[in-house]
């Protein structure tokens, strides 16, 4: 594809430095694409050089007028954690053959493994922009001696626009749940099989038989003390599930201060004492399930928080889907239908470029096999 002279591309090193309104103005109301939660995560220290995401992100501009006009939230990876679409292997099989593997770029909200845009433009800027920004990153993966640049969970739309860019794309999938226009729970379990809506039935019911309750917090309900009881609810399952957490208390503070809108805590009390909770996470039509935790465990007590009242949430206040996380097949049964998600990816050596092209082309045909397979599994009444 042959440069555009139209846009250059400046990068930047804290998102503090750049303009709010402008980059908020990009992210058509994604929580974790708002300005807030980036900046949460560099003042909190939780992405920085010592934790192997150094910020590097792309703001491009009109090269005759200067108008900004788009940004690619971006990093320096020095590992492959908490990206959630994993390329160890392929790490593994550069540095065996000689190459330096990391650095590498990685654009992606990071711990993160949520779709949304990653091409960020102003409304109404022609597509060329998005264009630029692609090449912007395959010109800076060359230019600074990166091994690769990898852009995870994009939208299918922009996945489609860096294939014919050059880079390789990858799938993978994920369980969200669709509203389609229920009144409420029951509404929705009317469209499972019997068999189903009986076990979710005797789920929702066994989950609250220890005299648990349920607190739902939104916005300035959600006081300290309800951040620390789930921050160590965090800890707790963060350290049984990567080592150490990747987030750390101040991320909370801060997103729970700069963020409140978007914020729906789930915590669950037993006997005037906090035991477990989620954090979600809104949108103008999404749910997004993000962390759990819990220090007693209690049977169904996880499915009841995380999805159950989730799809309660959803319905109540008219909103289109629940996204619940990576990872899940016990999604499945609880209403939750696999969908695809897409990752990009730029890699400069041509003979690797190669073997991975060649790799992902197998690994596409089976993801889809598992996908079409995995529909024809999901606990909705047949036609």
């Known amino acids: 594809m042959s440069p555009d002279t139209t846009y250059s591309a400046k990068i ?9 309104k402008l980059w908020n103005a990009c992210t058509n109301g994604n929580p974790f694409l708002s300005h807030e939660f980036f900046c949460a995560l560099e003042q909190s220290g939780c992405v920085s050089e010592k934790t ?40 593994n099989a550069y540095t065996q053959a000689g190459g330096n593997y990391y650095p590498k770029l990685q654009s992606s909200v990071p711990f993160t493994p949520v779709t949304g845009s990653r091409l960020l433009t102003i409304p109404d800027t022609p597509i060329s922009a998005q264009i630029a920004l692609l090449q912007s990153l395959g010109n800076i993966t060359r230019q600074h001696g990166f091994s690769s640049t990898h852009i995870t969970f994009l939208e299918k739309k922009e996945a489609d626009l860096a294939a014919k860019a050059g880079f390789l794309i990858r799938t993978d ?7 389609h226009e229920y009144q409420n729970f029951d509404d929705f379990l009317e469209q499972l099989s019997s068999r189903k809506r009986k076990q979710i039935k005797k789920e929702r019911k ?3 038989l220890s005299g648990i309750d349920i607190e739902i917090l939104e916005g300035t309900d959600i006081k300290q003390h309800h951040w620390d009881a789930f921050f160590e609810f965090y800890l707790d399952t963060s350290t ?7 987030l750390n208390r101040n991320f909370f503070e801060r997103i ?12 669950c009390k037993k006997h005037e004492h906090y035991i477990a909770g989620a954090l979600n996470f809104k949108s103008d039509d999404t749910l997004y399930g993000r962390y759990w ?3 007693e465990d209690h049977p169904y007590l996880h499915f009841e928080t995380c999805y159950y009242q989730a799809i309660d ?26 969908t695809l998600t897409y990752s990009a990816h730029w890699i400069e050596n041509p003979g690797f470029r190669e073997a991975v092209e060649h790799y992902l082309q197998h690994e596409r045909h089976a993801v889809d096999a598992e996908l079409e397979f995995l529909a024809s599994k999901t606990p909705f009444k047949t036609p």
């Open 240 to 246: 049984k599930k990567w080592g150490q957490p990747y």
């Open 52 to 91: 192997g995401w150094l910020p590097f992100h792309i703001q491009l501009q009109h090269s005759e007028t200067s108008k900004i006009v788009g940004f690619v939230p971006l990093y320096i990876k020095s590992h492959s954690y908490g990206e959630y679409v994993f390329d160890h292997a392929w790490a």
């Open 206 to 208: 066994a989950a609250l």
């Open 12 to 20: 930047i090193h804290s998102t503090s430095d750049i303009d709010a």
């Open 293 to 295: 935790g819990c220090i």
């Open 313 to 338: 949430f959803a319905i109540a206040h008219g909103l289109k889907t629940v996204e619940a996380g990576a990872q899940g097949p016990h999604k499945l049964a609880r209403g939750y239908v696999p």
């Open 256 to 267: 729970g201060g700069s963020m409140a809108n978007k914020i729906v805590l789930m915590l």
């Open 173 to 179: 999938q994920q369980f969200h749940w669709q509203n």
